[in-house]
């Protein structure tokens, strides 16, 4: 009897996590998985799905399901960056949007650990293989003089104006605005919109969005990387972040009303069960779900290697103003 007990004990206790955290697992995948600073988008012209990923020149997969099954159809850059940078070969965190009937995608070339960066643009009408054209710079470039790391970008329309945001580890996300074609900066110099000084824990991977009277700005903090050969301390690892404002270009803060530029930032998801250092997020506004948050992960029952990330989403849920999975 004793032993009986015992064991249902043991069983409550495993549930108890799943139930304080309350995340959800990420919807299914099928196919070809693999994600790293994932960028999803819905073509307009017959709804069917394409996933971006980080490394190399940008693979293509599309699917007619978000679940899948995915299927890996080429690369945006088949040479590369026009950028005369020592990562022009291996082009990180695209990040796609259509602009006046053409898509978008911008880049970030650079080599890890080092503010010798630099952010580009491909452009497409149809976002296939074989059909995008290497823009080169947008103008947005640092180096060890910057405050900032020109990494990551991220575009947000607000009515006629485009914002590009951007940054990881030194100062955190910046924002800076576009011309009005969103190719190139517009003149204005970069601010800061996220900063957090405690603990080291790097910021980074920002995305912006708008919903109901708000702009939410969203980005990865922690050690991304490398797990399988040094894991974290608990807690240390990838997980994404969030605060919101009335304004895309500044006074974000979290739930507790803590500015964003001064340490605050509410934890939209973080490792839970075999969920591991989910980041690299996104969110777009899907044609039949409504707004899907979307992440690269480690499943700790597959590995924890980069080469073992997987893609993650899940359908936005909305409570008081704040989102949550």
């Given at each position: ?289 409504g707004l899907v948050l979307y992440y690269h992960y480690a499943d700790t029952n597959v590995g924890l290697g980069d080469g073992a990330y997987l893609f993650g989403w899940n359908v936005l849920n909305w409570s008081g103003g704040w989102p949550s999975v």
């Open positions: 009897m004793f032993q009986f007990f015992n064991h249902l004990l043991v069983a409550a206790l495993a549930v108890v996590p799943t139930l304080v955290q309350g995340y959800s697992d990420p919807g299914a995948c099928s196919g070809a998985c693999w994600a790293h600073d994932p960028a999803i988008i819905q073509r307009a012209s017959d709804g069917n799905y394409y996933k971006f990923n980080t490394g190399g020149n940008m693979e293509i997969a599309t699917a007619t399901n978000l679940a899948g099954p995915w299927t890996l159809k080429g690369f945006v850059l088949t040479s590369g960056s026009s950028i005369s940078n020592a990562g022009s070969k291996d082009c990180w965190a695209p990040d796609v949007t259509l602009v006046n009937g053409v898509y978008h995608l911008y880049y970030s070339v650079s080599t890890f650990g080092t503010q010798d960066s630099e952010i580009g643009l491909a452009t497409s009408t149809t976002l296939d293989p074989g059909s995008w054209t290497d823009k080169g710079s947008v103008g947005v470039t640092s180096s060890s003089a910057k405050s900032y790391n020109a990494i990551d970008a991220n575009l947000i329309a607000v009515g006629s104006s485009y914002y590009l945001n951007f940054g990881s580890f030194w100062h955190d996300i910046y924002q800076v605005q576009l011309n009005a074609a969103a190719t190139k900066g517009g003149g204005a110099a970069a601010y800061n919109i996220e900063y957090d000084s405690t603990g080291g824990s790097p910021c980074e991977g920002s995305y912006m969005f708008y919903y109901s009277g708000y702009y939410y700005l969203t980005w990865s903090r922690g050690v991304c990387c490398g797990y399988d050969k040094t894991k974290p301390a608990a807690g240390a690892e990838y997980k994404i972040m969030m605060c919101r404002s009335t304004s895309a270009t500044g006074s974000f803060v979290d739930k507790n009303g803590k500015a964003c530029t001064a340490n605050g930032g509410s934890v939209l998801l973080e490792s839970h069960g075999n969920i591991y250092g989910p980041g690299g997020q996104g969110v777009f506004n899907d044609k039949s779900k």
